[in-house]
């Protein structure tokens, strides 16, 4: 199976940065698309950035400029790269990865368990 364990969320200040990281393990032939979403308390969850294996990326508006999301396909794993947050960045943020298993002809998304991001005004 496959597993995603997210690290690097935590408390920051207005104006501060914060880097999210996420790694993939197990039985993984590759991935196509990483994605990190977040979800802030009563609200839907928001795709925040995501980037394939060519490493095309994209960002929602509020992320443009100030987030930057790089990927590393020998070591199956993406960063979240985060500056200049506000206090309306403060989410949950997960990472999802659509994944071929070796052996398998089709593919799946799998998500992270989520890392907290808390920006203080």
């Known amino acids: 199976q496959v597993q995603l364990v997210e690290s690097g969320g935590g408390l920051v200040q207005t104006g501060g940065s914060l880097g999210l990281a996420c790694q993939a393990s197990?039985?993984?032939?590759?991935?196509?698309?990483w994605t990190w979403y977040r979800q802030a308390p009563g609200k839907g969850r928001e795709l925040v950035a995501f980037?394939?294996?060519?490493?095309?990326?994209s960002y929602a508006d509020s992320a443009k400029g100030r987030f930057t999301i790089s990927g590393d396909n020998a070591k199956n794993m993406v960063s979240l790269q985060m500056n200049s947050l506000k206090p309306d960045d403060t989410a949950v943020y997960y990472c999802?990865?659509?994944?071929?298993?070796?052996?398998?002809?089709?593919?799946?998304?799998?998500w992270g368990q989520g890392t907290q991001v808390t920006v203080s005004s």
């Open positions: 197990g039985n993984i032939f590759i991935i196509y698309k």
């Open positions: 980037i394939t294996k060519t490493g095309v990326t």
């Open positions: 999802e990865a659509e994944i071929r298993l070796s052996g398998e002809q089709t593919d799946a998304n799998y």
